[in-house]
């Protein structure tokens, strides 16, 4: 590997450490300052706003210009949106900032590794990335947990800028403070990120107009492939659970355990361990060609996350969590090679990954605006898990029926694409 292939990795480690660390501390400040649960659940369909808002268009302005100066702006971004939550901003708001800078830093992360590297060296560089990424989240929940607890944030809070009031007198602020400066690691490393050397591709002025009809074009064509439709279906549902979990393992914890943020979180990285073994599982085990086979194991997960109500106890949590995150990550794997397999060849890579980053953020904000919904209409925490999961259980008994109507009236299709795949796995 290159050596710049290395900083980048640096600098998504940190970036993507403080992103989830945050998560924590906004969390905790909202309880702080007495917001409703429905605030706090709101975190996360408020981070993937600008991921849906802004779908069509960070991929080219990405490639507008060098890869690393836009990762640079990105986490400065994330900085203002700190500052904001610091000095007055509502935290939802000042999290969907952080959650701008996020969606310009995607398309450039992933971009710049084909532009700095061979073909030969892709699957293996991915492979490194998301990697550290569920890595970087495991550890920045852990982060954000530690750093708002009584032991760290006291020390944190012990630090005083001679002649100038800050405000910061919270945990939860002194987590935020700190976490600029991981931001501030992170847009420092973006620095040295090198030139590729890569002829930018120059944004029209029209550039609103010029790719919405085109990314509406490309989104279309995915949903309307037989094979697809159900992988990208499927990874839609998945993130959008995924990505929910975190504020739902919060909330479960605190009335099913007794537990606060800091404890709370470390439970997050439970159930981010469990996908990290999951998908582990699932590069070693399912075949491209046989990727719909895990279908089925949705409902499990569905059931599992309303079952969470059930568990009352350490003991059972953690392998109970363990086993919910496994599942998840043995079925998005498959499911994700067959969704860049279609993209692949419908598309091309760039505006696959476009498409599918649209509708997985999309999943997450809806999914979260519905628990966020059902908690500020009253409904208990453990009523909201209850009926999440639930949901999750209909939306993959229809994924599922969906595959099998596909099966039953497009045999001929299917068979030609199911080939095409299995050519595809020799052939690699």
């Not at 660390?21 to 993937?48: C, Y």
């Not at 602020?173 to 690691?185: K, S």
Request: hydrophobic share 55%; aromatic share 10%.
């Amino acid at each position: 590997m290159k050596r710049g292939f290395y900083t980048i990795m640096a600098a998504q480690f940190f970036s993507s450490l403080a992103d989830n660390a945050l998560f924590v501390a906004a969390v905790e400040m909202l309880r702080r300052n007495g917001a409703t649960d429905w605030q706090q659940a709101a975190l996360v369909p408020m981070f993937a706003l600008f991921y849906v808002l802004l779908a069509p268009w960070v991929g080219a302005f990405a490639d507008s210009r060098p890869k690393g100066w836009v990762m640079f702006l990105s986490n400065a971004i994330k900085i203002v949106g700190c500052v904001l939550m610091l000095f007055g901003g509502h935290p939802l708001l000042a999290y969907a900032v952080v959650g701008l800078g996020a969606a310009a830093y995607s398309p450039a992360k992933y971009g710049i590794l084909t532009e700095l590297l061979p073909p030969t060296q892709l699957v293996k560089a991915n492979g490194w990335i998301e990697g550290l990424t569920i890595a970087s989240i495991i550890l920045g929940v852990v982060l954000g947990g530690q750093l708002v607890s009584p032991q760290l944030s006291s020390w944190l809070l012990s630090f005083d800028v001679p002649f100038i009031d800050t405000g910061i007198d919270q945990p939860a602020q002194a987590a935020i403070a700190g976490l600029v400066f991981v931001y501030a690691i992170a847009a420092a490393i973006n620095l040295w990120i090198p030139r590729t050397g890569v002829k930018m591709r120059r944004l029209p002025r029209r550039a609103m107009w010029l790719l919405l009809p085109d990314f509406w074009r490309c989104n279309r064509r995915l949903w309307h492939d037989r094979l697809g439709q159900i992988a990208l279906a499927t990874t839609t549902l998945f993130w959008g659970v995924s990505g929910n979990m975190r504020y739902i393992v919060l909330a479960w914890a605190a009335v099913a355990l007794g537990y606060g943020t800091t404890q709370a979180s470390n439970l997050v990285g439970v159930v981010a361990l469990g996908t990290a073994v999951g998908a582990v599982a699932a590069s070693m085990r399912v075949r491209l060609d046989r990727a719909t086979g895990v279908l089925p194991l949705g409902l499990l997960m569905g059931v599992l996350v309303a079952a969470m109500v059930l568990v009352r106890h350490l003991g059972v949590a953690v392998p109970f969590l363990v086993l919910l995150g496994a599942l998840g990550g043995f079925i998005v794997v498959p499911m994700n090679a067959l969704l860049q397999h279609r993209g692949h060849n419908l598309m091309g890579a760039g505006r696959s990954i476009a498409v599918q980053n649209f509708n997985e953020q999309a999943a997450i904000l809806v999914l979260g605006a519905f628990y966020s919904a059902a908690t500020g209409l009253g409904l208990p925490a453990f009523g909201a898990i209850a009926l999440f999961g639930a949901v999750v259980v209909v939306m993959m008994a229809l994924i599922l029926r969906w595959n099998r109507n596909n099966r039953r009236h497009h045999t001929a299709e299917l068979e030609r694409l199911l080939e095409l795949a299995r050519s595809d796995r020799l052939h690699h």
